[in-house]
């Protein structure tokens, strides 16, 4: 069965970290782009950040570069993203997917993702 499961999220004050953390099955994991996004009450979707297939390339958005990493485990099909400092913008429900490029999707059907609540 092709599907994504997110794990990670919960409540968190504003300055902490989490690690999110995807486990992809299905498909070989180790063929695709993966990445991150969050879609937050009343907002599209957007990009969060995105690893190349082999880790040597990893993209990020404005809004979270310099706070967070994205990291994989191939052996283990999962994706990882470590957020620090955590602010009360970053609320949202944070979902991951594969395919190719800088903004990864395609490669799987979205997952429920895992919501994330930052209070001040």
């Known amino acids: 069965q092709v599907q994504l499961v997110e794990s990670g999220g919960g409540l968190a004050q504003a300055g902490d970290s989490l690690r999110l953390s995807c486990v992809a099955s299905?498909?070989?994991?180790?063929?695709?782009?993966m990445g991150w996004y969050r879609q937050a009450p009343g907002k599209e979707r957007e990009f969060v950040a995105a690893?190349?297939?082999?880790?040597?390339?990893?993209y990020y958005a404005d809004s979270v570069r310099g706070r967070s990493t994205v990291s994989r485990d191939n052996a283990k099909n999962t994706v990882y993203l470590l957020m620090n400092n955590l602010k009360p913008e970053d609320t949202a429900i944070y979902y991951c997917n594969g395919g190719h490029g800088r903004t990864p999707t395609g490669a799987y059907a979205w997952g429920q993702g895992t919501q994330v609540t930052v209070s001040s």
């Open positions: 690893i190349s297939v082999g880790s040597k390339m990893s």
């Open positions: 299905g498909r070989t994991f180790s063929n695709y782009d």
